[in-house]
């Protein structure tokens, strides 16, 4: 059956077709399961797909992405109030303020983290980048995971494919979230900004959401 559908199929699409068959796809449930274990899992955001673990389990980000150390993760949440407990009670008034304005969608906070947190992917300074996607399937996973230690899906240092088929290449030993196809992303990193004191923010990385319609 399948040989006389390949046959009338472009050389192309018979080599997308034959790749297909050993993508490593799964499901919500099993990728939650996955994830309580330790395992990675690649799903799609709205800006660039994303590796994806427990907090606790983050070294594994490090090792499949082949990734420095000192180089920090990113805390995903599905809502605010998921990782509201993360931020310092300095900056949580700023905090709040800007994410209710921009979240779900392409911005990444960077807030001091509380004293009582303890996370071993922050920064030197105990500061924690977070973020919430404006993508469904992101947000519904991390909805029944809690909060996830994430980068993009990529061998660090290399360019960052845009679909599951190109990222299962990319990273062939991790299962990907389906269904796939996935929905488009935008292929652009988001708005990364650093809170400084009261009011006031500095920009890392301009994005999607330039710097000014934030401050």
Known sequence: MIYLVLEDLQLEDINKFKFSLFMKIISQIEALKKLKIGKPIIFQTD?????????????????????DKNKALILMGSQIKQVLDYVDNDARDDFQKVAEKFW??????????????????????NTLGIRIPNSLMARSL????????????????????????SVSKDLPEVDLLGPVPWEECSGLGSTI????????????REGQIPFSKIT
């Open 47 to 67: 800006t660039l797909p994303a590796i994806g673990c427990m907090p606790e389990y983050s070294e594994i980000i490090y090792r499949v992405k082949e990734r």
């Open 193 to 204: 900004i650093s809170w400084v004191k009261d009011g006031k923010w500095r920009l890392v």
């Open 104 to 125: 779900p969608g392409p911005l990444t906070l960077i807030i001091p983290i509380k004293k009582n947190k303890s996370l071993n992917f922050i920064s030197g300074e």
């Open 142 to 165: 991390i909805l029944e995971t809690g909060p996830l230690a994430t980068s993009s899906a990529n061998i660090s240092g290399l360019d960052t494919s845009f679909d599951a088929e």
